[in-house]
């Protein structure tokens, strides 16, 4: 089993990301360091084998498994299902020496942490991530939360998990569409690391749109190492963990605007980051390589067709952002590879340069 490990440096809270084929084997031999009490399993995939595999291996080292099973998709990314986390482990008598673990996507993920930074004020949390965005983006860093019908985690926590496996053989099940747009935020990542990362990225383009298990392992250590120390630097988003954001100011508006079903997360992080490109020009007059941005983002099937989902009922989510400051937003730049910074923008500035 080839792998590798990123620590995420936060003193006393620090943990592993391990990451490679088959390490979702490491998960029952961690479980014993994060608590001795039951470990609660909350997924949304019963039809699909890894969370039957990893109850059946915690079950043989001895540990009582209790499941949560929540329904799938973003539009069940709120507080009632939230209260499925919380009532499973309370009817089932757990107390606070109990693991929670959650495997699937990013809204498995967000809301498996938000419930347990809330169930008993706070008990130790494991993260299997199954999808490519959630092992590149939700898993790491402690952000928590849910929707509003207002926006996107708009409620939440910060609450770091103790062990995270990236398991890129788990992949495998995904539909390829769903694969690819987790690719979005591995192309925010390079942006934000710079001209090496991006590099990278073009070179391993064809292979990154196939599934290849290198090219993906590669991706997922660049995307979580650039996390890991932005998160270590800024763990509560007062500075630079704010870089994290590009592309997810317009791309949070436009999910918000289709209710969470027309456009993938990864697809409007995409739309996103063209959106940002443009505001740099009309706003900033910065001079982006977007031509570059863009031939990245096609090459690796993600959409880039900003018209076609960003509108005036997307344009209106733009005052839920979280990082809008009265008439202005915190803007993610991008300019050239490694050096995006944010920028305040009055809104009807933002709306102006997208023409809605």
Not at 56 to 82: D, F, M
Not at 114 to 135: C, E, K, Y
Request: proline residues 4%; hydrophobic residues 40%; contains cysteine.
């Amino acid at each position: 089993m080839k792998s590798e490990v990123v620590r995420v440096e936060l003193e006393e809270r620090s943990y592993e990301v391990v990451i490679g084929a088959g390490v979702r084997e490491e998960l029952p031999l961690r479980v014993p360091s994060l608590g001795d009490g039951e470990v609660l399993l909350v997924h949304d995939g019963p039809e699909r084998p890894w969370p039957a595999e990893v109850k059946q291996k915690l079950e043989a080292a001895g540990r009582r498994v209790v499941e949560c099973v929540l329904p799938a998709g973003e539009e069940h990314k709120h507080i009632r299902t939230v209260e499925r986390i919380w009532d499973a482990a309370l009817e089932a008598d757990l107390d606070r020496r109990c693991v929670v673990v959650g495997v699937g996507g990013g809204v498995v993920g967000d809301l498996t942490a938000f419930g347990a930074s809330t169930l008993f004020r706070g008990v130790s949390l494991a993260q299997l991530p199954t999808t490519l965005l959630s092992m590149v983006d939700s898993s790491v860093g402690g952000k928590t939360g849910f929707n509003r019908p207002q926006g996107k985690n708009l409620v939440g926590t910060f609450y770091q998990p103790r062990f995270v496996a990236c398991d890129v053989e788990t992949l495998a099940t995904l539909p390829r569409e769903e694969r690819i747009a987790g690719l979005a935020e591995v192309v925010k990542s390079a942006w934000l690391e710079g001209e090496e990362a991006v590099a990278m990225l073009e070179a391993d383009a064809d292979l990154l749109r196939e599934g290849d298990v290198e090219a993906t392992i590669r991706a997922v250590v660049m995307s979580v190492r650039l996390k890991a120390r932005i998160v270590s630097e800024d763990e509560r988003e007062s500075g630079s963990r704010m870089l994290l954001n590009l592309g997810h100011t317009v791309g949070h508006a436009i999910e918000a605007a289709e209710e969470y079903r027309g456009v993938r997360h990864g697809e409007a992080v995409s739309l996103g980051m063209v959106a940002a490109c443009r505001v740099a020009r009309a706003c900033l007059g910065e001079r982006p390589d977007e031509a570059r941005l863009l031939g990245l983002l096609t090459r690796l099937g993600l959409p880039t067709d900003l018209e076609a989902h960003y509108d005036a009922k997307a344009s209106a989510h733009l005052v839920s952002d979280k990082k809008r400051r009265g008439a202005s937003i915190r803007f993610v730049v991008p300019t050239s590879p490694g050096k995006t910074r944010i920028e305040s923008i009055a809104v009807d500035d933002v709306r102006r340069a997208l023409g809605v």
